[in-house]
């Protein structure tokens, strides 16, 4: 059994645990900066340390993590933060990911989620449940499909982009570095890095 420290005690992090527990892992401790939370029980698992803490653990011994941070930007800080941390990638096993398709580390594929071939996925993506990515796209470091979004063939996220949920973008389109997709929006343009888009078709807050 795989042994693996969950990194955030938020509510991204329930969803990862229940599927850690889904896939037979071993969950052996929730890691959290907030000193309220320290000693606690988070889904049943005790809050073990904060990240500083890891940190200096992951120097001594070989761990295993994943990183429950939903906040792109966050999620980036805290991996770069933790050199020596072996992060782990999961699929759920109600996810289908087409054999073609590639996946970089800590990259999680939640319940429900279709990743077709040929897809090229970074490190530390989030591809949440239900959401749907076509043939060709490349999604990278750091990406977050948020529920129920869907990808048309060879779109390209780049770095940080967050897709909110239940949007969709059509075939060949890229969203630039860091840029927001607000809920429930429809992309038929390329979007410039840094923007926060909104509505059908989708155009700048
Ligand atoms: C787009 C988004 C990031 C903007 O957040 P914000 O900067 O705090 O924006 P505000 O709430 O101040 O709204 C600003 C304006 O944009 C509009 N707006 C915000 N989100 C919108 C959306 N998704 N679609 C259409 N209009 C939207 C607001 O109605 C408001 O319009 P107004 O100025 O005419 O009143 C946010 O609304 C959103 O859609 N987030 C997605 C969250 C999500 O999917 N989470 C999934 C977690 S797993």
């Known amino acids: 059994m795989k042994e693996v420290y969950v990194i955030g005690a938020g509510g991204h992090a329930k969803v990862i645990i229940d599927t850690l527990k889904n896939l037979k892992w071993s969950v052996v401790g929730v890691v959290d900066d907030h000193p309220a939370k320290l000693g606690t029980t988070f889904e049943g698992i005790r809050v073990v340390g904060d ?52 996946l970089g580390v800590g990259t999680v ?14 490190h530390h993506v989030i591809v949440n449940t239900s959401a749907s990515i076509d043939h060709d796209c490349v999604l990278q470091d750091y990406v977050h499909v948020a ?45 410039p890095p840094d923007v926060t888009v909104v509505g059908t078709p989708a155009r700048a807050l």
């Open 147 to 191: 529920p129920g979004s869907h990808l048309a063939g060879t779109v390209l996220l780049e770095q940080g982009v967050f897709v909110g949920i239940g949007s969709s973008v059509i075939p060949g389109k890229c969203i630039g570095a860091w840029a927001t997709v607000g809920a429930g929006a429809t992309v038929i343009d390329d979007i």
């Open 109 to 122: 594929v939640m319940a429900g989620a279709v990743v077709q071939p040929q897809v090229s996925i970074g």
């Open 51 to 102: 990240i500083p803490w890891f940190h200096e653990l992951a120097q001594h011994q070989t761990l295993h993590a994943i990183l429950a941070i939903g906040d792109n930007w966050v999620r980036r800080r805290v991996a770069l933060g933790l050199p020596s941390v072996n992060f782990v990638s999961f699929v759920h096993p109600r996810a289908y990911v087409s054999s073609t398709a590639l």
